[in-house]
């Protein structure tokens, strides 16, 4: 095991980890303290290779010992699964208001094109034009910011939860 890519968890007792022992067939069966933990310690490590997981556990709580990786793997899968949808819901809405920004982009060129040719040149006109530029600007900011930088922190949670869905995760009971 490469000591770099490892996450070492000391629990007390099965509850720091896992919500309820009895709810290990649910999706998301860890702790949001554990899951926070285990996350920010994974966001530290390098992000290729596999990431192994060491889980020292009371011997009072020996019975739980083949149920953990499991439900880490669940719970990890869930997110990632959850975070999929996120990263598409994000792409679609990023593109339906994009082709409505350009619509309207259409729109205001349009209009600008009108108010040149039905109004002499003066200050009111290169008010109007100029107003319709930033309006245009402003229209398409939030498209291609969804399309070009939101995306992005939600696949980096998408390969992290990947990798942790399939961390190699060890139990080691402690005798003490």
């Not at 108010?115 to 002499?120: D, E, R």
């Not at 696949?155 to 005798?175: A, D, P």
């Given at each position: 095991?490469n000591g770099s890519?490892e996450?070492?968890?000391?629990?007390l007792n099965i509850n720091?980890l896992?919500?309820s022992?009895i709810?290990?067939?649910r999706?998301?069966?860890?702790?949001?303290?554990?899951?926070?933990f285990?996350?920010?310690?994974a966001?530290?490590?390098?992000?290729?290779?596999?990431?192994?997981?060491?889980?020292?556990?009371?011997?009072s709580e020996v019975?739980?010992?083949?149920?953990?990786a499991?439900?880490?793997h669940?719970?990890?899968c869930?997110?990632?699964?959850q975070?999929?949808?996120?990263?598409?819901?994000?792409?679609?809405?990023?593109w339906?208001?994009l082709f409505?920004?350009?619509?309207?982009?259409?729109?205001?060129?349009?209009?600008?094109?009108i108010?040149?040719?039905?109004?002499?040149d003066?200050?009111l006109?290169?008010f109007i034009?100029?107003?319709f530029i930033?309006?245009?600007w402003?229209?398409l900011?939030?498209?291609?910011e969804?399309?070009?930088?939101?995306?992005?922190?939600i696949?980096?949670?998408?390969?992290?939860?990947?990798?942790?869905?399939?961390?190699?995760?060890?139990?080691?009971?402690?005798?003490s």
């Open positions: 095991m890519l996450i070492k968890l000391q629990l720091e896992l919500r022992p709810s290990l067939y999706k998301r069966t860890l702790k949001s303290d554990a899951e926070d285990i996350v920010e310690e966001e530290t490590l390098p992000r290729k290779g596999t990431i192994n997981m060491k889980v020292h556990l009371a011997l019975k739980y010992k083949d149920d953990i499991l439900a880490i669940r719970h990890f869930y997110r990632r699964e975070s999929q949808k996120k990263f598409k819901r994000v792409l679609q809405y990023g339906r208001i409505i920004a350009l619509g309207l982009l259409a729109v205001i060129f349009s209009l600008t094109e108010a040149l040719h039905l109004i002499p003066n200050r006109v290169l034009r100029e107003s930033i309006l245009g402003v229209a900011w939030r498209p291609l969804l399309l070009l930088y939101d995306w992005y922190p696949k980096t949670n998408i390969n992290l939860y990947y990798r942790l869905e399939h961390s190699n995760v060890q139990v080691i009971i402690n005798e």
